[in-house]
């Protein structure tokens, strides 16, 4: 079994036996049924698949954070994460947009690609 | 596989304060059972959803004993949204094997007055529709979830924020000819992109509603008294769990529920006189429309348009008003998409009536687009 997920560093699961990345962690390789695998670092760099700007807080945890944009990031590697995207005004926004991760208190964000 | 519906029906609707679940289900089998000729001891069979509002260990369970009732059938079906359409085939196939000849569908909760909508907001974002460690530190709305899969949409296709509200307007325009509906004053375009962003581009009038209220319906083996309404074909579909695992959100798994439910029907969308779909938000509705194969993939937002899923028009779609007007009390939300199919086959939905209807689709959605069930009823 995958230990918990890293907090250092940016990692996905990857599998030993077929090279590829997956999203979400698992028991079993997705794309070839193998079973070893390991946290590793993709290149960090993606693009936005879909987003979303949140202007309703779901609970008073977020108040202070709307608005505030979510997506669905598509990796270079090929797994799509949910996340947010900082660093640029929500609504500059767009699919397609270059990304790079940085790490944050909630997990992995991405920003613009400089 | 031979099954009928015999017999509909609901608890008030809305907002009752003076009523909790179990008296809102209760309410709604004795309204079932007395549409069918029915009596509570002739139910051999009984199927619930759980429920939000209360800690019921075992739904069905505290169901029964609610009603009074000790089935030899009975389970607690969970496909999310799509369980009210699920119930369906669930209880026909009790039917169809002999195990009941009876069996009671009954689900609701007093969703909207049990706690306070912040309450409720910050419950269903807890749910686990976003991926507790993964997801939902980021800050999602379940609404969200379902933004990404619009925005995704009018990047594909040109969909538009008009042609989405537009579902919201046909769809308030029939719940404004059902009495019993919980939201009946007509809105327009400009309404819905006038009212709240809540994420973008869903706005709060792109957003079901949250209600009080229960419904039921009967699944028998016979016909029943009323005129009859059989299950011609059902069909599921299953992408994913979470919304990062579909690696393309701008097509539901109602590609293969609508696909298995018309070849058994052996029919095709166009014979289709009347479609209750799952409309828990505007994108909903026309990701179904195009999935189904009522139009082509990516032309949902321009189906809409000119009055086309209106009463009177090529397509009416979800006639009694559906989740976005009509009721919206957590899971049971889906069955009242299968109490109008039944009424409109019957030609008993006075105002909203679609003239001639002999062939509905009813389609429930769950999760974040990820599991579906379309039933095809017909007039046997
Ligand atoms: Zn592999």
């Given amino acids: 079994m995958l230990p918990p997920r890293p907090t250092n560093r940016f990692m996905l699961p990857r599998c030993e036996g077929c090279g590829k990345f997956h999203f979400y962690p698992r028991p079993a390789c997705p794309h070839c049924g193998g079973a070893r695998l390991a946290w590793m670092e993709p290149s960090g760099r993606g693009e936005v698949y879909s987003h979303s700007t949140v202007h309703r807080a779901p609970s008073a945890a977020f108040k202070d954070d709307v608005p505030y944009v979510i997506a669905i990031v598509k990796t270079d590697e090929g797994p799509h994460l949910l996340s947010r995207v900082v660093g640029v005004s929500p609504e500059k926004v767009s699919i397609g947009m270059r990304l790079r991760v940085r790490l944050g208190d909630r997990g992995p964000e991405f920003e613009p690609e400089a | 596989m031979n099954a009928f519906i015999a017999g509909v029906g609901e608890s008030p609707l809305g907002k009752t304060p003076d009523l ?78 002999g195990q009941a000849k009876t069996v009671l569908c009954v689900a609701g909760q007093n969703q909207l007055t049990n706690v306070s909508r912040d309450a409720t907001v910050a419950q269903l974002a807890s749910v686990g529709w976003a991926h507790p460690e993964y997801e939902a530190p980021y800050g999602p709305l379940i609404p969200t979830l379902y933004a990404l899969v619009a925005q995704r949409h009018m990047h594909e296709y040109g969909t538009t924020p008009e042609q989405l509200a537009e579902v919201a307007v046909a769809i308030r325009g029939h719940a404004a000819l059902n009495p019993l509906a919980h939201k009946r004053e007509p809105i327009t375009v400009a309404d819905v992109l006038a009212s709240k962003m809540i994420t973008t581009p869903l706005h709060m009038l792109d957003c079901a509603i949250v209600s ?88 949902g937002g321009r189906f809409v348009e000119g009055g086309r899923i209106r009463l009177g028009g090529e397509l009416p779609v979800t006639t009694h008003g559906g989740l976005l007007s009509a009721a919206h009390p957590g899971l049971a939300g889906g069955m009242f998409h299968v109490v109008e199919a039944v009424r409109q086959l019957r030609g008993e939905c006075g105002a909203r009536q679609v003239r001639d209807a002999e062939l509905a689709l009813a389609h429930g959605n769950g999760g974040i687009i990820g599991i579906h069930c379309t039933l095809i009823l017909g007039n046997a």
Avoid at chain 2, 27 to 45: R, S
Avoid at chain 2, 71 to 90: E, F, K, N, R, W
Avoid at chain 2, 245 to 272: C, K, L, W, Y
């Fill in chain 2, 20 to 97: 909790n679940a179990m008296n809102l289900q209760h309410a709604a089998a004795l309204a079932a059972l007395a549409d069918a000729g029915l009596t509570l001891a002739e139910v051999d069979g009984l199927l619930t959803t759980p429920i939000r509002v209360a800690q019921w260990a075992m739904p069905v369970g505290m169901v029964a004993q609610g009603l009074g009732i000790r089935p030899g059938y009975l389970a607690t079906l969970d496909v999310a949204g799509a369980s009210g359409t699920a119930m369906v085939h669930h209880a026909a196939m009790a039917v169809a094997t």
């Fill in chain 2, 212 to 299: 009080d209220g229960a419904a039921a319906f009967v699944v028998t083996a016979h016909p029943g008294k009323k005129k009859p309404v059989k299950l011609l074909g059902q069909g599921y579909g299953f992408t994913h769990a979470y919304i990062g695992e579909h690696d393309n959100i701008a097509t539901t798994g109602a590609v293969q529920s609508g696909r298995e439910a018309f070849a058994m029907a052996g029919v095709t969308p166009a014979d289709i006189d009347v479609a209750q779909l799952y409309d828990c938000f505007t994108i909903t509705v026309i990701a179904e429309l195009e999935d189904l194969g009522f139009c082509p993939k990516g032309e």
